[in-house]
T-cell receptor
Framework: ETGVTQSPTHLIKTRGQQVTLRCSSQ?????VSWYQQALGQGPQFIFQ???????GRGNFPPRFSGLQFPNYSSELNVNALELDDSALYLC????????????FGPGTRLLVL | QKEVEQDPGPLSVPEGAIVSLNCTYS??????FMWYRQYSRKGPELLMY????GNKEDGRFTAQVDKSSKYISLFIRDSQPSDSATYLC????????????FGKGTKLTVNP
């Protein structure tokens, strides 16, 4: 059984650019959630995808968007990057929507200059 | 008021000590309570979770939830240097917005 994987591991962008982060869910899991973890903070919920539809969203602006594919992998897209977007972006998968146990990937560390 | 409050520490203990990590939460609708361990520059790893009030034990780790006081605890017995990490408490409400709500995390160092 493979765990949650994310790519890339690190990324450096400049303000105003766009970025796409990728996540493959754990085998058998159909739900993917994305979180942003700023330095010294706990993860903050961005949104969740279940069966290719958005299934819940946190307090993030529309320039944060996502996709889920038929194989349950997912992308997080961030447009018009701001300096405050610098953070660790975490993907978590769960067996189904509404399940409390979520398993995290290693994260993508994004630095916006 | 933040939904989940956690003292960020840092906390430094000698090897073999009993460690107590704590969180409080504000929303009485939360049903599930988790502890994640996060090593430096890694993703959080689910350690334990409990449903409603009570205790749950797994080896050297014990999780406690007191819903009447909205208090969550994690105890680590016979702490080891390999336990050095940031510990994150989290809560979850089914039928809500499907999100885990995390505390800030407590950074623990166990000194040999």
């Amino acid at each position: 059984e493979t765990g949650v994987t994310q790519s890339p591991t690190h990324l450096i962008k400049t303000r105003g650019q766009q970025v796409t982060l990728r996540c493959s869910s754990q085998s058998g899991h159909n739900t993917v959630s994305w979180y942003q973890q700023a330095l010294g903070q706990g993860p903050q919920f961005i949104f969740q995808y279940y069966r290719e539809e958005e299934n819940g969203r946190g307090n993030f602006p529309p320039r944060f968007s996502g996709l889920q594919f038929p194989n349950y992998s997912s992308e997080l897209n961030v447009n018009a990057l701001e300096l405050d977007d610098s953070a660790l972006y975490l993907c978590a998968s769960s067996l189904r929507a509404g399940q409390e146990t979520q398993y995290f990937g290693p994260g993508t560390r994004l630095l916006v200059l | 008021q933040k939904e989940v409050e956690q003292d960020p520490g840092p906390l430094s203990v000698p090897e073999g000590a009993i460690v107590s990590l704590n969180c409080t939460y504000s929303n009485s609708a939360f049903q599930y309570f988790m502890w994640y361990r996060q090593y430096s520059r890694k993703g959080p790893e689910l350690l334990m979770y409990t449903y409603s009030s009570g205790n749950k034990e797994d080896g050297r780790f014990t999780a406690q939830v007191d819903k009447s006081s909205k208090y969550i605890s994690l105890f680590i017995r016979d702490s080891q240097p390999s336990d050095s990490a940031t510990y994150l408490c989290a809560t979850f409400k089914q039928g809500g917005s499907e999100k885990l709500v995390f505390g800030k995390g407590t950074k623990l160092t166990v000194n040999p």
